[in-house]
Nanobody
Framework: QVQLVESGGGLVQAGDSLRLSCAAS????????TAWFRQAPGKEREFVAA????????AYADSVKGRFTISRDNAKNTVFLQMISLISEDTAVYYC????????????????WGQGTQVTVSS
């Protein structure tokens, strides 16, 4: 059974940091590109960050550049999203996703998805 399980979300204050994790089972992340997306209430799911299978290339949404860092530990089959200087606009459910297609920012291009973890930033 293929699963992506996110963890690490929570309620924090503006300016705080969080580290999200996404553990995979039933698939090998070292063969896949991975990404983080987020969805706030009443809004569409939006791209946050992505990295290629070997972590050698990354992409970030303009809104998180310089504050968020995507990384992976292929030995642990896990992807991370380090978030610093959080702001209220970062409040959303965060999803990790994986795909064998080339690195991109479109949710429809990702085959595998986690169930999401809630991040709430109070101002």
């Amino acid at each position: 059974q293929v699963q992506l399980v996110e963890s690490g979300g929570g309620l924090v204050q503006a300016g705080d940091s969080l580290r999200l994790s996404c553990a995979a089972s039933g698939l090998t992340l070292s063969r896949l590109n991975t990404a983080w997306f987020r969805q706030a209430p009443g809004k569409e799911r939006e791209f946050v960050a992505a990295n290629v299978w070997n972590g050698g290339s990354t992409a970030y949404a303009d809104s998180v550049k310089g504050r968020f860092t995507i990384s992976r530990d292929n030995a642990k089959n896990t992807v991370f999203l380090q978030m610093i200087s959080l702001i209220s606009e970062d409040t959303a459910v965060y999803y990790c996703a994986a795909s064998a297609t080339p690195l991109n920012q479109e949710p429809s291009r990702y085959r595998y998805w986690g169930q999401g973890t809630q991040v709430t930033v109070s101002s």
